[in-house]
């Protein structure tokens, strides 16, 4: 009986692996390309791709037991799949996000320059949406002088 649904179990963990680990690898990307690299692990900051293989390798690992599992045809266990790569990825800009204005709300209570202060109640007042849209302009960047 145990044997019957290893593989499903397997799977289970594997997603939820996965997902645990996406999700803070999307936070630490993100608060890092808002300025606070500081905010990650030494490890992260050391060698970030490290941490995307482990991701991509935890993925493929789920992605080829799914195919062996008895509960969840492979087209659902492939569906939980994406849902669960999109899903940490939004999660952990928001959480990263929430750190950020965090962080300077912290910095405004010690800043004692009147345009630092301006510039941190302005960015406390923006959206997500547009703190996100700024991140994916520093991936663009990125990206062209392949940091």
Excluded at 20 to 40: V, Y
């Amino acid at each position: 009986m145990v044997g019957y649904y290893m593989y499903d179990l397997l799977f289970l963990v594997l997603v939820l692996i996965y997902f645990l680990f996406s999700l803070k690898l999307e936070e630490w990307l993100t608060i890092s390309r808002l300025g606070f690299l500081s905010e990650t692990p030494e490890g992260f900051i050391k060698n970030p791709r490290a941490y995307f293989y482990i991701a991509y390798s935890i993925l493929i690992v789920a992605v080829i037991v799914s195919i062996r599992t008895t509960v969840f045809p492979w087209y659902v266990s492939l569906g939980i799949l994406i849902f669960c790569f999109f899903a940490s990825g939004i999660k952990g800009r928001i959480k990263a996000i929430k750190l950020y204005k965090e962080i300077i709300s912290d910095l405004l209570k010690t800043e004692k320059d009147p345009e630092t202060i301006k510039y941190i109640k302005e960015e406390l007042n923006k959206s997500n949406l547009q703190i996100i849209n700024r991140v994916k302009n520093q991936e663009k960047l990125d990206v062209m002088f392949k940091k």
